[in-house]
């Protein structure tokens, strides 16, 4: 690996490997080497000095995930350090680095030397991948992406625990989605990869919790970029959608335990709740904001975000039960808008994207408002129209949707997760 980061090794060998890797898959070992290998081709946080807690969450990627716009200032806000390193939208996810950039004047290209000051003083940095963390990885991952190699789960797991591992944490919490519009759909393939990571924290002395949460519909109720700010800002203010506060507080209390500030899920709670009511967690969000180049403002006043020119009301055609809202098709109409990229070049309109208030189960009445379209002009109005009309499909009965969350997985093995665990 690190005679491939310095282009000692060819691509084509390169190649030749993780398509061997992706028939026979590695041993938890050889996972570890591999790991060890792309996490020492570069730079690593060394965050000793803070005596915090420090734990990042990782998603798997989804629509409307907006959690660690709100997990990560909140967590902070409570006292445990948070270096999250998080990337951009690709295919039909959107991706947190985008979704900043919305914020007028957000960097989140600092070096690590710039995110540690920052850790310093306000507990939390929001960065991308910098060229000086685990270059082997970034240079795999797009050969991955060019040889259909991505989707092995040995590669994926050593691939985002080389980058999770260089942030020098003291524990790392996992969202990991499954559903129709998840990266990895199946059940099965999301508890091995939960299992997989788990371990391979533990061999690295970082402890590893994963929860697995829907995304069989999008979350919350905005998807897009500056829309998806504005429901993270409501959020930090109190005023967040159920399902999004419900998964926000659950990784939360994980990220407080293994942060050692809190004793209990229970008390972890108690003190998020205490950190959003006092607005000491939209103030953190505002500092880091501002730390960042960003315009504060915005959290007192989210219409300084960019604002799209059309904005149009999409109602029910028929009366019925809401029997799916597909998010892997609003993904993709959120790229047609030009709100998401199909190549890593592309760039993206901030403004544009959905919010949908109907939610699978729902009943409603034809003319009803189901959502509401944020386009440039009356062509992107009238593709979002056409998204819209194929995502979200109403009949006269339903399924049930995915729980919300439904399993908790942790070295001792998963276990499902009740109304109690909340
Ligand atoms: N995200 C990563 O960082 N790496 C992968 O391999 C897949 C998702």
């Known amino acids: 690996m690190n005679q491939y980061a310095v282009g000692e090794v060819p691509d084509y060998q390169m190649a030749a490997l993780a398509m061997a890797i992706c028939f026979v898959g590695l041993e938890r070992e050889e996972i570890g080497s591999l790991t060890d290998a792309m996490l020492h081709s570069g730079a690593t946080l060394d965050l000793d000095h803070l005596h915090l807690g420090r734990v990042d969450k990782h998603s798997t990627g989804g629509v409307g995930d907006k959690v660690s716009l709100v997990l990560a200032p909140l967590v902070a ?29 957000f960097r989140t290209d600092l070096s690590l030397a710039q995110a540690t000051r920052q850790l310093e003083s306000l507990g ?7 060229r000086e963390i685990a270059p082997a990885d970034r240079k795999l991952y797009a050969l991955r992406d060019a040889t259909a190699t991505v989707e092995s789960i040995p590669l994926i797991a050593a691939s985002i625990m080389s980058k999770k591992l260089a942030e020098g944490l003291t524990g790392l919490v996992l969202d990991v989605k499954r559903g129709s519009g998840a990266f990895l759909p199946e059940l099965d393939r999301g508890l091995t990869l939960a299992r997989t990571m788990i371990e391979l924290g533990a061999d690295h002395g970082c402890p590893v919790v994963a929860l697995l949460t829907a995304m069989d519909r999008p979350l919350g109720r905005a998807c897009g970029n500056a829309i998806e700010v504005e429901e993270s800002i409501m959020a930090l203010r109190g005023e967040g959608p159920a399902d999004l506060m419900q998964v926000t507080y659950a990784l939360g209390a994980e990220m407080l335990v293994l942060g050692g500030v809190a004793t209990d899920r229970d008390d972890a709670r108690r003190r998020m709740e205490v950190a959003i009511s006092s607005g000491r967690a939209a103030a953190r969000f505002q500092q880091i904001i501002e730390a960042q180049g960003g315009d504060p403002a915005v959290v007192d006043d989210p219409s300084r975000l960019p604002e799209a020119a059309e904005v149009e009301l999409f109602t029910a055609g028929r009366d019925g039960v809401v029997a799916q809202v597909e998010p892997r098709t609003i993904g993709r109409g959120i790229t047609a808008l030009g709100g998401g990229r199909t190549r890593v070049a592309d760039t993206i309109d901030p403004s544009v994207g959905f919010v949908i208030t109907a939610r699978p189960g729902d009943v409603v009445c034809a003319g009803e408002p189901l959502a509401t379209i944020f386009a440039r002009d009356a062509a992107g109005v009238a593709s979002g129209r056409a998204t819209l009309l194929e995502a979200i499909r109403i009949a006269d009965d339903a399924e049930p949707p995915l729980p919300l969350i439904s399993h908790r997985v942790t070295e001792a093995g998963a276990q499902r997760w009740t109304d109690d665990d909340c």
């Open 124 to 130: 939390c940095a929001l960065i991308g991948q910098t």
């Open 77 to 105: 806000a409570c006292g445990v350090a948070v270096p999250m390193m998080s990337g951009r939208g690709l295919g039909h996810t959107g991706g947190t680095l985008d979704k900043l950039e919305s914020i007028p004047g």
